[in-house]
């Protein structure tokens, strides 16, 4: 049986339509894909994202734990600071994306997993715990805290409509807050592209905080088309250590590779960097009519296959089919024109750069 949320009957009530996502029961959209899109867009949306997994590691050696887990260096956080790295494993291949959080108190760490993946990733703190005899305490913390994002150019203000302090968060900062009454950590990060924030509040209470927001309810659909346009990573599905075995230089996110730290795969990415990779993840926008959707094949105009879509969709904002793909690296320049088989039937289209919107 899939997990619940403690916001299902919300959605439930409200009207949702509901799917399986990582094991967890999640509204896909409560009226309609577009319209909550552009209301994020506009104004402002929330989501209930308690299916993504938190896990705190705290003790002497929780600084080194997440050093030794994540390619980012952790060591440069502050208390109340975050940041995006990537979970490799001995080879360099992704695990996992994630956001690592030092919070306020500056003892604790805590880093969410994407839905379905906490307890594997727990496990995987305690086999580096084990593997290099650091001292700290790891607690899988899924159904202790509930996620909620709020989205959009009005976010801000509206969270100064549930609260009694301004909003100063700059982008991945962290601190404590009381929302509706109940005391939470709210978060300046999302995955929209938009201004806006990610509460954690206590399981049992995540109804009050929802309510506090009378701002439009998105379900995974609107959340979708938004990262797309921002072109940003759906583990599982744009990266997966079984199904889509990919190094972070080759999803588009060496960025958040940091190889003066000592964590595992470094020097298996160290040897991929110097070698270069042979696909890379790029945008590809289709110019025919049509959709693109996950395992399209990308050809050049002679037919030739050179690569293939992980994620698609139709752009609410810009109005034409827009997706990702690995492709050949020759043919990962931006304007480089292409084709991609939809429906048994070539395509024109051609490579993006990322994100597909300025924001």
């Not at 509204?27 to 402002?44: C, K, L, T």
């Not at 994540?70 to 695990?95: F, H, K, R």
């Not at 945008?283 to 996950?294: M, N, W």
Request: glycine share 8%; hydrophobic share 35%.
């Amino acid at each position: 049986m899939d997990r619940q949320t403690p916001l299902y009957r919300r959605h439930d009530d409200r009207g949702a339509s509901f799917t399986d996502f990582g094991g967890w029961e999640m509204p896909v959209e409560f009226d309609s894909i577009r319209g909550e899109h552009q209301r994020v867009r506009e104004a402002a949306g929330k989501f209930d994202v308690s299916h993504m997994g938190q896990i705190e590691v705290t003790g002497p050696d929780a600084a080194a734990l997440l050093q030794r887990l994540t390619t980012n260096d952790v060591a440069a956080l502050d208390p109340g600071e975050a940041q995006y790295a990537a979970i490799t494993d001995e080879e360099g291949i992704m695990l996992e994306d994630t956001v690592v959080y030092r919070l306020p108190d500056g003892e604790t760490y805590l880093f969410v997993p994407n839905a379905g993946n906490d307890a594997a990733m727990a496990d995987r703190c305690r086999w580096i715990r084990s593997a290099f005899d650091l001292d700290a305490e790891i607690d899988n913390t899924t159904t202790d805290w509930a996620m909620i994002a709020v989205q959009g150019p009005d976010a801000p203000a509206r969270y100064e409509t549930v609260t009694d302090s301004r909003y100063t968060l700059d982008r991945f900062e962290i601190e404590r807050a009381t929302i509706a009454g109940v005391d939470c950590l709210v978060a300046a990060t999302g995955y929209t592209g938009e201004d806006g924030f990610e509460i954690l509040t206590p399981w049992a209470e995540a109804t009050g905080v929802w309510d506090a927001f009378d701002v439009q309810p998105c379900g995974l659909g609107a959340r979708d088309t938004l990262r797309l346009e921002m072109g940003l990573l759906l583990s599982g599905q744009d990266f997966d250590p079984d199904e889509q075995p990919r190094t972070p230089y080759e999803a588009g996110i060496g960025f958040v590779v940091d190889l003066d730290t000592a964590f595992v795969g470094r020097d298996a990415l160290e040897a991929a960097r110097e070698a270069g990779v042979e696909e890379t993840l790029c945008g590809v926008e289709l110019l025919d009519r049509g959709v693109l959707r996950h395992g399209h094949t990308v050809t050049t105009p002679d037919d030739e296959e050179i690569g293939h879509v992980t994620s698609g969709t139709m752009s609410p904002t810009l109005g034409v089919s827009i997706g990702l793909a690995y492709v050949d690296n020759e043919y990962a320049e931006p304007d480089e024109t292409v084709r991609v088989i939809v429906r048994d039937e070539p395509k024109k289209a051609r490579i993006r750069a990322t994100p597909f919107l300025d924001r």
